[in-house]
Structures are given as C-alpha cells and as structure tokens.
C-alpha cells in the first residue's frame, strides 16, 4: 500500500519546539517533491512548506519562515519540519503529500487540487 504518514505531532507551550515526521511506505520518496500543509479548525488547508525531490530547493509560507525547516532524508525514505518557536497560531492538523513532481511546482502555484491523497495528519497545539 502506497501512503503517506504524518507523526512527531504534539503540546508544546509557546516559543518551543517540535519535529515533524513524513515517512513513505510503499513506495521510494527519492523521485518526489514533498509539500507540508496544516489545517486549523475553520479554516481552509494552507500549504506551509515544500522540498524538491533533490532538496536543493525548498519553499515557505511567510507566517513560518526563519521558523521551520523542512528537509528530508532519503536514505530514510523520510521528510521532516522542524518547526522551532512555536506559536498559538501555528494550532493544527498537519499533513505531507506530493503530486508526484520532482519539483514544487504545485506549491508555487497553489494548485492544491494536484494533491489527491491524504493521510491521517499530526495533530499540533501550540498552547501554554
């Protein structure tokens, strides 16, 4: 079975830290961009992070930037967002996904549509 899982999810208190988790089973992350995205109760799924499949490039969100890290580790066959400084604002469901593209290509543009299978999510709250 081909899928995405989401863990490192957590309560943390305001300024902390957590890391994230994204590991494939089923098939190699190598050839694939992967892109974090989160979804806060009442609001619509936000696209926070991407990595190229080389990790040569990767790309923010504003709200995160100088915040997180988003790298991976293919002989782990695993993408991870280190999320540091942690805000009440960052409270939400987060996921991984890939359209399939080397590139970021979908996250640049916003084609969230691209992205057609989802896991179960990590859930983060940032609260003190």
């Known amino acids: 079975q081909v899928q995405l899982v989401e863990s490192g999810g957590g309560l943390v208190q305001p300024g902390g830290s957590l890391r994230l988790s994204c590991a494939a089973s089923?098939?190699?992350?190598?050839?694939?961009?992967i892109v974090w995205f989160r979804q806060a109760p009442g609001k619509e799924r936000e696209g926070v992070s991407c990595?190229?499949?080389?990790?040569?490039?990767?790309y923010y969100t504003d709200s995160v930037k100088g915040r997180f890290t988003i790298s991976r580790d293919n002989a782990k066959n695993t993408v991870y967002l280190q999320m540091n400084s942690l805000k009440p604002e960052d409270t939400a469901v987060y996921y991984c996904?890939?359209?399939?593209?080397?590139?970021?290509?979908?996250?640049?543009?916003?084609?969230?549509?691209?992205?057609?299978?989802w896991g179960q999510g990590t859930q983060v709250t940032v609260s003190s």
């Open positions: 996904a890939t359209d399939g593209d080397y590139y970021c290509s979908a996250y640049e543009y916003h084609r969230w549509a691209d992205f057609g299978s």
């Open positions: 089923g098939f190699t992350l190598d050839y694939y961009a």
């Open positions: 990595i190229s499949s080389s990790g040569d490039n990767t």
